[in-house]
């Protein structure tokens, strides 16, 4: 198949979906695609023509995921009409000559379902689920409320937005997310005052409304979703703070326990969850639930990610290693149901 990795972008994520795009794109070319790896922002300049049928190392362009957030700002400035057009040069002709684009994309404008609508309307395939339930579950107050709808426990909160009156408190400790981010970008933990108002200003920074919730102590897991059916569950116990950017995409931050050290009858409550909340989400394809276990065995479910990450030390191809699914034929299977799930 001719199949474009679509990476990079302009979120806080973009190191790491650079680093995803990376890896799929190898994972492909070993499995016989002729793929590419394109940055949907930065484009291609050069000749299209005979694009799929050249030998060259598209992943040249991926450096590693460093410590600190990219600098999007200097990212954007590299394109002098950003501001009116996101796709980069060429990146909707090659995909439209594409049988399928993989979405390595995190974050917003990526994960959010824009691109996805984009895609549908020029129909072109892409992995992943469709661009309703991206957006639904990028943002987290909505996904919120679906929960509660269907019985599925997660965190006491509240939303606000920039500017408004906070009409109720969370009680400390308390977790302030921006609504729309991912990668743990944006979030702080506040057990008084001056932690709760440093916490608010910083993800006021990356979003017009944040989410504030009551903080589990506990056990952090999480569990992937392939084609609705549950993976194993795997443990995130970071060596010291709360699994922030830095802990989860610098190796040794982190212990990462696969299958998680649970008895079975917790594993599999936490893997039905995720089922359902797959379901609740109306996801397609293949997900990633996070979760929080407080020291009563009680779990709550803190959000959906609809474009998991694919890096090295990634959780979702780890849980599927675990079942004997090595990360070629990962990519393997969410390519085709890229073809099977295209229904517009």
Not at 81 to 101: Q, S, T, W
Not at 214 to 234: C, H, K, M, W
Request: some cysteine; hydrophobic content about 40%; overall charge negative.
């Amino acid at each position: 198949m001719k199949v474009v990795v679509l990476a990079g972008g302009t979120s806080t994520e973009r190191d790491v979906s650079l680093s995803s795009g990376g890896m799929i794109y190898r994972a492909l070319k070993k499995k016989g695609h002729r793929a590419i790896l394109l940055d949907v922002y930065l484009g291609y300049e050069g000749e299209t023509e005979d694009i799929f049928e050249r030998e060259e190392d598209w992943s040249a362009q991926v450096g590693a995921i460093t410590e600190q957030n990219p600098d999007v700002e200097a990212v954007k400035a590299l394109r002098p009409d950003g501001d009116r057009y996101f796709f980069g040069p060429n990146v909707l002709e090659i995909c439209r000559r594409a049988d399928a684009v993989f979405m390595a994309l995190h974050g917003a404008n990526g994960e959010d379902g824009k691109i996805q609508a984009c895609f549908e309307l020029m129909g072109i395939p892409y992995t992943g689920t469709d661009f309703v339930s991206s957006a639904i579950a990028m943002d987290k107050g909505i996904s919120k409320d679906i929960f509660r709808a269907w019985n599925i426990p997660t965190p006491a909160g509240i939303r606000l937005r920039s500017g408004e009156e906070e009409r109720a408190r969370v009680p400390y400790p308390c977790i302030v997310k921006a609504c729309c981010g991912g990668s743990s970008v944006g979030v702080g933990i506040a057990r008084n005052d001056a932690e709760y108002a440093a916490a608010k200003e910083e993800a006021f920074r990356y979003d017009e409304e944040v989410i504030i919730e009551q903080y589990i102590e506990g056990r952090e897991f999480s569990v992937g979703v392939l084609d609705g059916r549950a993976l194993p569950v795997i443990e995130m116990a970071p060596k010291e703070g709360f699994y922030d950017y830095k802990n989860k995409y610098q190796a040794g931050e982190t212990v990462e326990t696969c299958p998680a050290d649970l008895p079975k009858e917790q594993a599999a409550k936490l893997q039905e969850t995720a089922e359902r909340v797959f379901a609740a989400l109306r996801l397609k394809s293949y997900a990633r639930m996070d979760f929080r276990m407080n020291p009563q065995g009680e779990i709550f479910c803190l959000e959906a990610n609809t474009l998991p990450g694919m890096t090295a030390i990634s959780l979702f191809p780890q849980e599927a290693a675990a079942v004997g699914i090595g990360f070629e034929d990962l990519c393997e299977r969410i390519l085709q149901m890229a073809s099977r799930d295209m229904t517009w």
